[in-house]
DNA sequence: TCTGGGGTCCTAGGACCC
DNA sequence: TCTGGGGTCCTAGGACCC
């Protein structure tokens, strides 16, 4: 028995945590640059605001029905998410966080009633941070997932609680769900189901799983099983090792010189290294990538990429910035205007071993690398972020994202810290 | 003017081994 | 006329997730 907690227009969410006087109000939230709409709160859903819409598109006329924007503020997301878990952690110590808003507990030895713990989780969960989150409860993520989406729709017994087997219309519910709307299902493997026959959640739990596992492959028989009940997803408890990093990002404007990609990508590849050593890990492997906008009419569309194979794994950033700065200078093609970059770490290893290089010339990190990293990263955490860098980094800020409604970092800055005047 | 940023898994095919 | 049978590893591409 697993129970699916998934907080309620997550983002959103996070945002009226400090600004309550916004509750009942439409928001929307946009990815970095205020590119596209990424989280909506239901009034702002009920006016019609798609997901994923560019809002320069649409941001007039949205702003005249008095939707509120916020620009992505992951520091304050990411801290909130953190002590949603820590509560969630205090119901089941069995538990997989899967997502930034979502978590699945282990509830198969809970003896008492299920939709009373759900309720007592809704409510703990709400009132310990300020958050509103809906539970759906099954005998497997999939179907947890399909009970969630039902809480959330407002169906449960216990409000934001749905406990699947109990509930009395599973045929209809699943004959209602679009084959689409299924976890692991999108619009093309949809569509292609539609083409044969297979419509809603109901038509694909009761398709032949054999058949499904030769027309697309294992994972959506899988998927089918789940819905029918079988059990074929456990829960993750201990996160596997991550197997690749990427940073990247789309620019604030258009880059042309060399000089003002070389100071963006000394950027990723320093958050890169952060990344890489706060997991205890290494890289073999130096990926770096740059391309124009697809969306710019005028020139036609340049995207590539360079990697490039170190002798020895490294967590240095020095070399990693070392190394983006080469792979661009393979593929950077003057005269064109660049809209987005990056640096991709594809092959991790655990710091502590290391694959010996027979016939190798180069030194690999040494313990005074280890050290400098070491170092950097304690001056450059928190309060005093950023405050010691490489100086291919100051080459140019042109590629710094635009952010213009964001709110404060209200858990992660002091600065931002909220004050509460009592009387 | 303006269109996100991360990840994972699976499969097929090619290269190699004995 | 005719040329085996079993493996592993790696990568690219395609799908999915939030």
């Known amino acids: 028995m697993v129970a699916l907690v998934d907080c309620n227009n997550f983002y959103a969410s996070c945002e009226r945590v400090f600004q309550p006087a916004l509750m009942g109000r439409p928001i929307v939230v946009l990815s970095n640059n205020d590119g596209c709409v ?14 994923g819409a560019p809002w320069f598109k649409v941001s007039r006329r949205f702003q005249a029905l008095g939707v509120q924007v916020f620009s992505s503020n992951y520091a304050l997301y990411g801290d909130l998410s953190r002590r949603v878990m820590q509560v969630l952690a205090r119901f089941s110590p069995r538990l997989e966080v899967y997502s930034i808003d979502e978590c699945f507990l282990d509830l198969s030895s809970w003896r008492g009633d299920r939709t009373a713990l759900g309720a007592e989780i809704v409510h703990t969960v709400q009132q310990w941070t300020g958050l509103p989150v809906s539970v759906g409860l099954a005998p497997t993520k999939t179907l947890a997932k399909v009970a969630n989406r039902m809480a959330k729709a407002g169906h ?28 692991g299902v999108s619009t093309r493997w949809g569509a292609r189901l539609r083409q044969m026959g297979i419509a809603t959640a109901l038509a694909l739990a009761e398709a032949n799983p ?34 690749q990093i990427m940073v990247s990002r789309s620019f604030g404007q258009r880059l042309t010189q060399r000089e003002e990609l070389e100071a ?6 320093m958050r890169a290294g952060e ?20 969306f710019d009419r005028a020139a036609s569309h340049y995207a590539n990429a360079a990697t490039l194979v170190l002798e020895h794994p490294t ?16 593929i950077f093609r003057p005269g064109l205007a660049y809209q987005r970059a990056g640096v991709l770490l594809p092959d991790l290893a655990p710091e502590q071993v290391e694959q010996g290089v027979l016939f190798s010339s180069a030194p690999g990190d040494n ?12 001056l450059n955490r928190s309060p005093a972020r950023r405050a010691v860098g490489y100086a291919s980094e100051l080459q140019g800020h042109a590629w710094r994202m635009r952010q213009r409604h964001k709110s404060p970092a209200s858990l992660s800055n002091w600065h931002d810290l909220p004050i509460v005047h009592a009387r």
């Open 264 to 269: 963006a990508l000394t950027a990723f590849a």
């Open 38 to 51: 990424i989280a909506r709160s239901n009034e702002a859903k009920a006016l019609g605001v798609a997901m």
């Open 275 to 294: 990344k890489l050593r706060r997991q205890r890990l290494r890289t073999r492997v130096v990926s770096v990538f740059v391309h124009t906008s697809p």
């Open 156 to 183: 449960g017994a216990g409000g934001a609680v749905l406990d699947w087997t109990q509930w009395p219309a599973q045929r209809e519910t699943l004959a209602a769900l679009p084959v689409e709307d299924v976890w």
């Open 210 to 243: 054999t058949r499904l596992r030769k027309v697309f492959s294992v994972v959506l028989e899988r998927t089918a099983r789940e819905l029918a009940g079988q059990s074929c997803l456990p829960l993750e408890l201990v996160p596997p090792s991550q197997r």
């Open 315 to 330: 967590r240095d950033s020095g070399r990693l910035v070392r190394s983006a700065l080469q792979g661009l200078g393979r």
């Open 367 to 378: 313990a005074r690398s280890d050290r400098l990293m070491d170092c950097l990263d304690a």
